[in-house]
Nanobody, 113 residues
Framework: QVQLVESGGGLVQAGGSLRLSCIAS????????MGWYRQAPGKQRELVAT??????NYADSVKGRFTISRDNAKNTVYLQMNSLKPEDTAVYFC????????WGQGTQVTVSS
């Protein structure tokens, strides 16, 4: 059984940085896309960034500040978040698609002003 586990969230001041990690346990035959999404209180879940063999894709709100990367050998995806803003506060979820399609449980990111 595959599980996605996020880590790296926390409390940071505006302008600071955090690095999120998402590791998949269990066997995955192939992965098409790895991605990060976030959900702020009272808002819908939104795409932050995705990475696939075709490249990367970012929400306009994070372009130039966030970088998504992956380690295929470790079935791991990362999200480097720099120049964080209070509006980045949310629960961040990772998602894999391919032979396995699922979500992690989320990690809280809180940015104080």
């Amino acid at each position: 059984q595959v599980q996605l586990v996020e880590s790296g969230g926390g409390l940071v001041q505006a302008g600071g940085s955090l690095r999120l990690s998402c590791i998949a346990s269990g066997f995955i035959k192939y992965i098409n896309t790895m991605g990060w999404y976030r959900q702020a209180p009272g808002k819908q879940r939104e795409l932050v960034a995705t990475i696939s063999s075709g490249g990367t894709n970012y929400a306009d709100s994070v372009k130039g500040r966030f970088t998504i990367s992956r380690d295929n050998a470790k079935n791991t995806v990362y999200l480097q978040m720099n120049s964080l803003k209070p509006e980045d506060t949310a629960v961040y979820f990772c998602r894999f698609t391919g032979s396995y399609d699922g979500w992690g449980q989320g990690t809280q990111v809180t940015v104080s002003s």
